[in-house]
T-cell receptor
Framework: ETGVTQSPTHLIKTRGQQVTLRCSSQ?????VSWYQQALGQGPQFIFQ???????GRGNFPPRFSGLQFPNYSSELNVNALELDDSALYLC??????????????FGPGTRLTVL | AQKITQTQPGMFVQEKEAVTLDCTYD???????LFWYKQPSSGEMIFLIY??????QNATEGRYSLNFQKARKSANLVISASQLGDSAMYFC????????????FGTGTSLTVIP
């Protein structure tokens, strides 16, 4: 069974650029959530994808967008990068939305630095 | 109001001793789940333990136990027999409702185990 993987591990961009981060969900999982973790903070929910549709969004502007593919892998796109976008971006996958218990398995994260 | 509050930015514990990490939560939903994650310096979030709002008994997983006090809205993590490898950031998180799609995280507690 393969765990959640993310690519790239590290990324350096400049203000105004665009970036795409990738996530492969754990085998058998159909839901992917993305989180932003600024230095010294807890993860903040960006959005979730379930069966290729956005299924909930946190307090992030529209320049944060995503995709989920038929194989349940996912992309996070950020346009017009700002310095405050520098953070660790975590992807988490889970099996489905039904029931109270819905453990999310996290990937190792992508550390984005915006200069 | 903060959904999850962790009031201990840093904690120290002697190796082989027990330590309690505090977490309080805020929700009006009668159905919710509480989670604890460990985040080593590598960045990956590692699931430790889960407590459902309707669970009658406190959750336990090996050396980890969750002291769930529903009336006080607290869900403290107890680590027994601390090991050097327990040094990491610890995050408390909550998912609201049966189909809640996001986890709310606290700001974390940095635990250092002293030999």
């Amino acid at each position: 069974e393969t765990g959640v993987t993310q690519s790239p591990t590290h990324l350096i961009k400049t203000r105004g650029q665009q970036v795409t981060l990738r996530c492969s969900s754990q085998s058998g999982h159909n839901t992917v959530s993305w989180y932003q973790q600024a230095l010294g903070q807890g993860p903040q929910f960006i959005f979730q994808y379930y069966r290729e549709e956005e299924n909930g969004r946190g307090n992030f502007p529209p320049r944060f967008s995503g995709l989920q593919f038929p194989n349940y892998s996912s992309e996070l796109n950020v346009n017009a990068l700002e310095l405050d976008d520098s953070a660790l971006y975590l992807c988490a996958s889970s099996l489905d939305l039904a029931g109270q218990y819905n453990e999310q398995f996290f990937g190792p994260g992508t550390r984005l630095t915006v200069l | 109001a903060q959904k999850i509050t962790q009031t201990q930015p840093g904690m120290f514990v002697q190796e082989k001793e027990a330590v309690t990490l505090d977490c309080t939560y805020d929700t009006s939903d009668p159905s919710y789940g509480l989670f604890w994650y460990k985040q080593p310096s590598s960045g990956e979030m590692i699931f430790l333990i889960y407590q459902g709002s309707y669970d009658q008994q406190n959750a336990t997983e090996g050396r980890y136990s969750l002291n769930f006090q529903k009336a006080r809205k607290s869900a403290n993590l107890v680590i027994s027999a601390s090991q050097l490898g327990d040094s990491a950031m610890y995050f408390c998180a909550m998912r609201e409702g049966v189909t809640g799609n996001q986890f709310y995280f606290g700001t974390g507690t940095s635990l250092t185990v002293i030999p």
